[in-house]
């Protein structure tokens, strides 16, 4: 089956400094992946979704200064959540739909864990 | 426009315990329902779906109906194990404009053997 893999699985950085998590669909070619945040025993929001050679759409409330999104090619996302505080320890999760296969099924990283010092 | 809303947990069941998590949506159109797992330490899983009215989504035990009228889709397992412990998401996507999926708050099950 299609698989989406997420780098790193965990990372803590000091306030200040920038993180990139990538995102890669290994069997299939995404045009469309999307990026949530999920706190706490809580459930995932819909930070932004990104497509293949476009600019990212993002939801409302979410800083796009903040949390850069490139989609460069057909197999890699990158979110880079830049001048990283405390406040946005998260964990960040990035999916990926198969064009082939749109509507019926949403593929998930692993998802990364960030922790700002 | 969609939501989801699905019943609080934490949700405790002893072993063989017959298992509903409540989901009901609004949606314009005819979305797609699905039902994500995720166990500790792990990403989401899609557990089961289904794709029009009527459908039955069923996979490892779980099973869930796609029902129009009552715009709901709960899932149930007729006896769950203590490998069943997780969070599980009910979720839709829409079948017109973006494409997004909109996920539930999740409900976690605990399952005590």
């Known amino acids: 089956g299609a698989v989406v893999s997420q780098h790193p699985s965990w990372v803590i950085c000091k306030s200040g400094t920038s993180v990139k998590i990538e995102c890669r669909s290994l069997d299939f070619q995404a045009t469309t992946m999307f990026w949530y945040r999920q706190f706490p025993k809580q459930s995932l929001m819909l930070m932004a979704t990104s497509n293949e050679g476009s600019k990212a759409t993002y939801e409302q409330g979410v800083e796009k200064d903040k949390f850069l999104i490139n989609h460069a090619s057909l197999t890699l996302s990158t979110l880079t959540v830049t001048s990283a505080h405390p406040e946005d320890s998260s964990f960040y999760i990035c999916?990926?739909?198969?064009?082939?296969?749109?509507?019926?099924?949403?593929?998930f990283g692993s998802g990364t864990q960030l922790s700002v010092l | 426009g969609n939501s989801v809303t699905q019943m609080e947990g934490p949700v405790t069941l002893s072993e063989e315990a017959f298992l509903t998590i409540n989901c009901t949506y609004t949606?314009?159109?005819?979305?797609?329902l699905f039902w994500y797992v995720q166990y500790p330490g792990e990403g989401l899983q899609l557990l089961l779906k289904?794709?029009?009215?009527?459908d039955k989504g069923s996979n490892k035990g779980f099973e869930a109906t796609y029902r129009k009228e009552t715009t709901s889709f709960h899932l149930e397992k007729g006896s769950v194990q203590v490998s069943d412990s997780a969070v599980y998401f009910c979720a839709l996507s829409g079948r017109s404009g973006t494409y997004k999926y909109i996920f539930g708050t999740g409900t976690r099950l605990k399952v005590l053997a």
């Open positions: 289904a794709t029009k009215a009527d």
């Open positions: 949606a314009t159109g005819y979305p797609s």
């Open positions: 999916s990926a739909t198969d064009p082939d296969r749109m509507f019926e099924k949403l593929f």
